[in-house]
């Protein structure tokens, strides 16, 4: 009789086994760390500094993890997207563009200024009293060293190219004697030092440099002088992994859409968080925040295609713009 019995609570064994097995997989399921890139102007320590309550205040509203991921140029956040070792971001609208394209993201948040402003504008900066000026510097002839943004960056290589550059033909690479590749406040303080004669910046970096108030940003702030300013530009893009789970992007959207919203006494505290990383309350947004930057692209790649008479380019280049511009449209700016 006990013979019977043996397949029997074998069967039983084999299903609580599997019983148990499947409880802590479904709970493995579930995230519970949210990874958040943020490009490294500052040693990470200061960054931290800035970064911290938000991040924090991000945990207690999510309920996860959140670990930040500085990265040393928007192409490091952007290939951290891509190999899913970064979930969620603040991006330019270059490198945000990019992440769109390669890897996997998706807008859904725009930054906006603490002072109510929106949108910034790209510069280029020179020291006071040094003499240079802008004609100077579009003499070219490898006269000067000049400072240009990250490879991705909106204010600091796309803007100039596609509204300074490019319409008069100029290379940076081939009209300056060298051209260095920085972060925005790199520049700000390698002009402002004498490092460089002529550098691209933008607005907001400049605005953040003022509000940090330290004796040498006080310093650099005051010998700076701007010699252009480009159109504006739209606030930043947050972004993240499309494929993240659902129930995750809306606990991000909950704390991101309240955030510093409102007149009680927690949201003005969140609000003076918001500032000290140089934004105001979030808003809404999708990949159609990204047609302008899109249209800039574009308005580069044909002034381009116009200088070197390549037919075949500039019709490419004509369609991807009109194409654009019907988007635009269509997804009127908020």
Request: proline residues 5%; hydrophobic residues 40%; contains cysteine.
């Amino acid at each position: 009789m006990i013979k019977r019995h043996i397949p029997l609570f074998a069967a039983l064994g084999a299903l609580l086994a599997l019983g148990a097995c499947d409880k802590p997989a479904s709970k493995a399921e579930a995230p519970r760390t949210l990874t958040f890139s943020i490009v490294s102007t500052e040693a990470s320590q200061t960054q931290m500094l800035e970064w911290g309550p938000f991040l924090k205040d991000m945990e207690k509203a999510t309920g996860m993890t959140v670990k930040p991921f500085f990265g040393s140029n928007y192409s490091a956040l952007i290939e951290a997207m891509r190999f899913k070792q970064a979930d969620v971001g603040w991006f330019t609208n270059q490198s945000g563009l990019e992440a769109v394209r390669r890897a996997g993201g998706e807008v859904f948040a725009r930054t906006t200024h603490p002072n109510g402003k929106d949108g910034y504008q790209g510069v280029i900066v020179v020291k006071k009293g040094s003499g240079v000026t802008l004609d100077k510097l579009l003499a070219c002839g490898k006269r000067y060293d000049f400072g240009m943004g990250d490879a991705k960056s909106t204010s600091g290589t796309l803007a100039p190219n596609a509204f300074l550059f490019g319409p008069r033909g100029i290379d940076p690479q081939t009209c300056f004697k060298t051209v260095r590749s920085a972060s925005a406040e790199a520049n700000l303080y390698a002009v402002g030092s004498g490092v460089l004669p002529a550098a691209t910046d933008n607005t907001r970096s400049m605005d953040r440099l003022a509000v940090i108030g330290t004796p040498m940003a006080r310093k650099t702030m005051d010998s700076l002088q701007v010699i252009w300013t480009s159109p504006t530009i739209p606030e930043d893009p947050m972004i993240w992994r499309a494929d993240l789970d659902p129930a995750v992007k809306a606990r991000i959207s909950r704390f991101i859409f309240s955030y510093g919203v409102g007149d009680t006494d927690e949201a003005k505290r969140q609000r003076a968080i918001l500032e000290r990383i140089q934004t105001g309350p979030f808003k809404h947004a999708d990949n159609t925040h990204l047609l302008p930057v899109r249209e800039m692209e574009a308005t580069g790649q044909l002034v381009a295609a116009k200088a070197k008479k390549d037919a075949a380019g500039v019709a490419k280049a004509q369609a991807s713009l009109d194409q654009i511009r019907t988007e635009e449209a269509a997804h009127p700016q908020s």
